[in-house]
Each structure stands twice: as C-alpha cells, then as structure tokens.
C-alpha cells in the first residue's frame, strides 16, 4: 500500500505544485488503484509516473470546488484510450453526477468501459471483504467529505513448505486452511491452521481529508490511522485567515494528527503563496506538535508497511 502524490497545491495550478489529485495504490492488495481528488492536469501529472490509468478502479471526491474535479472528465475520456475496460466507481458529493454526465455529453464523449456514479452521504460508503471506506463532512464553504480507509485484517501467509512436509500438496485445501478450517487428511492427521499459518496481518488505515477548519470530524476519522493527508493551506498564525475562508494551518493539522493518536502526518493543499523555500519551515511549524510529520510534494511518495499481530 502507497500513497503517491499526484497534487499538492490549494486553489490554481503552480510551478511547484499542481492542484489536488492523491494515487492510492493498492497493487498488491487488489491489483487496483483508488484516486481522491482530481484536480486539472492530473493525468499529465500521472503520465510522469508509473500508475496506469487502467489500474483505476476507484475515484472519490471530497468537494466539487474546481481544483478538486476538473481534471475529472479528461482522465475519464482518455482512459478509454489506455486499455480501461473495466468498470469505474466515482463516489462524490451531490452534484458530480450532473457535473461529469453533461461534461461527457457536451463534449460528445464515449467511454468505452461502464462508469458508475455514487453521489454519497455520511457512513460506510463502501465495503467488501477486504476494505471498508468511511466518508464524514468536514467544515468547509461547500459540503466536503474526509475519507477514512479502512484495510480489514487479513490471515498470515500460508506456510507452503511446512504443510508439503506433512504430505499436503497445493491444491483446494490449501484455501480453506488459509481461511482458518481445520482439515483431516486422508490418514486421519488434522490439520490446524493455526500452526500453518504465519502472523496475522493487521488492517492499515488511511485517512485522507478535504478542504476543512479545523474540527472534530477531522479527529474522529483519523482515529489511530496509520497515515493522516490533512490540508495545510496557511502557515501558523494566520488562523484567522484559515478560519474566514474554511481552511486550515499547519498547526490545527498536526493537533487533529495528535489528539487522533495517528502514526504518521502528511501536510498537503498548500498555498503557493508559500514557495519552495518556506516549506521547510510549514513542516517544521507542525512537528513541533506531531513529531511524525511530513509535508508532501508532487509525485512524493509515502509506503505504509505491513503490520503483523503477534
């Protein structure tokens, strides 16, 4: 799992840092890609990287301000002529419905694989067996969500070699010692996962925000989640700023990050009032309330490790 950072600047494009667009990459989890935000350009910024825009299986919105969704029906319309087949769930406030169907309509575009829309509200927007995404609104101009990824804990690593040393050869029972049954074998021996199986893996957990003041939603999403992306529009002391156009510094960020009991913070929507040379200063401003943070930067990339339960 990774956080890659396609957009990291507030309000208009940059020289330093495009408008906002954030790559989960989930390759090993489900061979997918989920993108929150897509602000103009995103799929230039994406032909830098490494990620197909056929590995898109997910796109979430926050908020329908422009530097957040109008890179949305560029990437929709050329990921058609990438190889994209499969079907795209875009999750979005009310409104993106109307926004992408006339944008594709007007333009005369044809997508070549099924898009389905979800205009979402409060709770469990999502859910399979092996994720979950919780959505809350956050305190901005305009209804704008945070996202709380949730991985569901997983099963240890099959121990393939142990069991060919018992005499079980690969094939069906395999799964179902994965899936924690016990099997008797043929001369009566019973198989106990448990003793099969390597350390559980413990669900990682990624909250990403839109546009917002500071405020509790924001802590109750990021509860103990390994990795927090808070906005950071203003530096300290301009709370008042921050406050007056629903925004925040990166101070109130890496308070949300510490009475949250996060792993880790990563500053992100910054202002390009500030320039390269202040952003030293922007992380070290949050650090000095949350020691475990980082200021993000276009196509800057943040791995979160796997986490084995004892």
């Given at each position: ?12 494009p ?11 990459k ?13 602000g ?25 301000h ?6 949305l ?17 875009l ?18 575009t ?33 209804p ?26 690969p094939?069906?029972?395999?799964k179902k ?19 099969f ?6 669900g ?41 156009y629903?925004?925040?510094t990166t ?60």
């Open positions: 799992m990774e956080v890659f950072f396609l957009g990291t600047g507030a309000g208009m940059a020289k330093a840092r495009n408008v906002t667009s954030i790559a989960l989930l390759l090993e989890e489900r061979g997918a890609i989920w993108i929150f935000d897509c103009e350009a995103t799929q230039h910024q994406i032909l830098h990287t490494s990620i197909k825009p056929r590995r898109i299986e997910k796109i979430f919105i926050t908020h329908l422009g530097d957040h969704i109008y890179g029906p560029g990437l929709l319309s050329s990921r058609s002529f990438q190889g994209g087949e499969s079907e795209v769930v999750y979005g406030p009310k409104g993106i419905k109307e926004f992408v169907e006339i944008s594709l309509s007007v333009s005369q044809y997508l070549k694989y099924p898009l389905k829309i979800v205009e979402i509200e409060e709770g469990i927007i999502f859910e399979d067996e092996e994720f979950a995404v919780e959505a809350k609104l956050l305190e901005h101009g305009i704008s969500y945070g996202f709380r990824v949730i991985e569901k804990d997983r099963p240890g690593t099959l121990l393939a070699d142990k069991l060919m040393e018992e005499g079980v050869k094939g069906p029972l395999y010692i994965k899936n924690g049954e016990a099997v008797v074998l043929e001369n009566g021996n019973v198989i106990e996962p448990e003793a199986l390597g350390p559980a893996q413990k990682r957990i990624v909250t990403i925000l839109g546009d917002t003041r500071i405020c509790e939603t924001a802590i109750q999403l990021a509860k103990n989640a390994d990795l927090l992306v808070h906005e950071a529009t203003f530096s300290n002391g301009e709370e008042k700023l921050a406050y007056d629903y925004h925040s101070v109130q960020a890496a308070q949300v990050a510490k009475e949250a009991g996060v792993k880790k913070l990563c500053l992100t929507h910054i202002s390009s009032r500030y320039d390269r040379g202040d952003w030293n200063r922007l992380e070290e401003e949050a650090r000095m309330i949350f020691e475990n943070t980082v200021i993000s930067e276009d196509f800057k990339e943040i791995f979160l490790p796997i986490c084995k339960v004892n």
